[in-house]
């Protein structure tokens, strides 16, 4: 019963750590797919202060593997004496059949793969959301900028008429 007060308070933490919002923009997304990412205490610590930056980050094969490239998790400034390089490749926990796909897609169709969130699942374990996705060029960014506009205005003006 203790548990499940603790969860309905919010003293286990489980949520959005880290988001990659321009991500939606930049991208058409066309698949998503939820890795588990192998951390160190320190990172997750930090991770759960909410720090971490997904900008620049890009998910790709390596060994046979797949990795998490140029995430920035700043060192976890807790007095915990063990150092940790911010921008490290971290390791992605997937399937081998997954892999494979996700490799055969990213050669086969020229999409790539971007992070878009990392969040804690209710188990507080580390989780990355990547997308499977394709590069907007400069024409299709605009009609979404357009289309967004639009929903807005259109909520704006069904709220004023009831």
């Not at 919010?10 to 951390?39: C, M, P, W």
Request: hydrophobic share 40%.
């Amino acid at each position: 019963m203790a548990a499940k007060d603790k969860k309905k308070s919010g003293l286990i933490s489980h949520g959005v750590a880290a988001q990659n919002r321009k991500a939606r923009f930049d991208y058409s997304v066309k698949e998503t797919i939820e890795a588990g990412l192998v951390l160190k205490g320190p990172e997750v610590k930090s991770l759960r202060l909410g720090r971490a930056t997904l900008n620049e980050a890009w998910a790709g094969e390596r060994d046979g593997e797949m990795f998490l490239f140029n995430c920035y998790i700043p060192e976890y400034q807790g007095g915990i004496l063990s150092r940790f390089e911010p921008r490290a490749p971290r390791k992605l926990l997937l399937k081998h059949k997954q892999i494979n796909q996700l490799l055969g897609a990213i050669a086969r169709k020229g999409q790539t793969l971007v992070p878009l969130d990392i969040h804690f699942n209710e188990q507080g374990r580390a989780k990355v959301l990547l997308a499977l996705a394709e590069g907007r060029n400069a024409s299709d960014k605009r009609h979404a900028v357009a289309d967004r506009d639009w929903q807005r205005d259109k909520a704006r003006l069904m709220r004023e008429k009831g």
